[in-house]
């Protein structure tokens, strides 16, 4: 990989693309801007399409910029890149020009009570810059173009030998290590059910895994992506087209259930699934949204003392602990990269993520 250098050649304007209406993205150019205090300017290298992308570029949620819907505000989206330092802002010595880093999405207020607990995933000045909130693809702009503006606590140091691509993932496997770790206080020996082989789903089994579960059950209705689960380090795995997954965890655990429900699909039946697969006093973290409400049997959470609780991307510095890991090997996160495409490709990326073409599951644009 590149040595760090003391000098990137910046442009003063950027190719990127922009939310026109629902769905419209054009390529264009907008300025480069100035980092300003604890802030650098990323050239971006690499980024990664989430299903949460597609979202707002359909239909704005959960993206807010200026306390409304997306759409026609010169707004570029896009949240798991990676890159390079290009600029520092005035007072940061955290990093140097040349430096790669990959990113987290959020950076809180830092003076309201969820920021001041680590919680900045859930600032309660969410979406308002005046207060110095960033959701970069969400409040402020993305990684679909060439720089980014970053504060300096959402970059993360791509460890050495890892791979563009590999870095754009990092993000992912941080959203599933906030959920296990910092959040729900796994710890090895435990038992884990993963529901739902999407990119969390599985990096999910892989971070699991390196964090000592023992069984990790991963459920699904693809039977290749549950392979890529198995290769991930799932010790079983269960179609939930064949078999019905409560009564199948169950039987895999000899009765018992699991100690700890990932929940990574948002199907309808998903929450009761894990209701009555996880056991007494056991954890249920929902990791994916759900597109409606759905019906669960909420009095076994009572009768059973089971936490539920639900998290909102990688909060806690999860992307440095899951960086970290992948920096030792502990999983491949490449077995989820399917695809890649250049920039102004970027609608066919958008399609292939969307559609599930060629069964694409992490889709990486690269942009240098």
Not at 134 to 142: C, I, K, L, P
Not at 330 to 355: C, E, G, K, V
């Amino acid at each position: 990989m590149p040595a760090p250098t003391s000098a990137i050649t910046v442009p003063n304007q950027m190719r990127c693309w922009v939310l026109g209406d629902p769905g419209q993205l054009t390529l264009t150019e907008k300025p480069v801007l100035q980092p300003g205090p604890a802030e650098v300017l990323v050239r971006i290298d690499a980024i990664a399409i989430c299903a949460t992308d597609l979202e707002v570029i359909a239909h704005g949620a959960p993206a807010t910029i200026g306390g409304g819907l997306p759409f026609n505000k010169n707004f570029t989206p896009g949240h798991e890149y990676m890159g390079t330092v290009a600029r520092l802002g005035p007072g940061v010595d955290e990093f140097a020009v040349g430096d790669r880093v990959t990113v987290e999405i959020h950076a809180g207020c830092g003076r309201c009570p969820r920021c001041r607990q680590g919680m900045y995933t859930s600032c309660w000045n969410y979406g308002k810059p005046e207060k110095g909130h960033r959701a970069n693809g969400f409040t402020t702009d993305g990684g679909f173009g060439q720089y980014a503006i970053n504060h300096v606590n959402t970059l993360v140091r791509v460890p050495e030998g890892m791979s563009d691509a590999e870095a754009t993932l990092v993000v992912t496997a941080g959203t599933a290590m906030y959920g296990l770790d910092s959040m729900g206080g796994l710890v090895a020996g435990e038992s884990v059910a993963v529901l739902g082989p999407g990119p969390i789903g599985l990096l999910g089994v892989g971070v699991a895994k390196a964090l000592g579960a023992q069984p990790v059950i991963l459920t699904g209705t693809r039977d290749a992506r549950l392979e890529k689960g198995l290769r991930l380090g799932a010790d079983h795995v269960i179609n939930v087209q064949r078999e019905q997954p409560a009564e199948a965890v169950r039987k895999l655990t000899q009765g018992r259930g699991v100690d700890f429900v990932l929940e990574c699909s948002g199907a309808p039946s998903a929450l009761n699934d894990a209701l009555w697969m996880v056991n007494r006093g056991g954890r249920i973290c929902l990791a994916a949204l759900f597109p409606e409400p759905v019906h669960a049997d909420l009095g076994r959470i009572v009768v059973d003392n089971i936490t539920v609780f639900g998290i909102r991307g990688e909060g806690r510095s999860a992307t440095h602990r899951a960086a970290a890991l992948m920096g030792q090997k502990r999983f491949d996160a490449t077995i989820i990269h399917t695809h890649t495409f250049p920039l102004d490709q970027l609608p066919t990326a958008l399609r292939y993520a969307r559609d599930r073409v060629e069964d694409a599951i992490k889709v990486v644009v690269k942009i240098h």
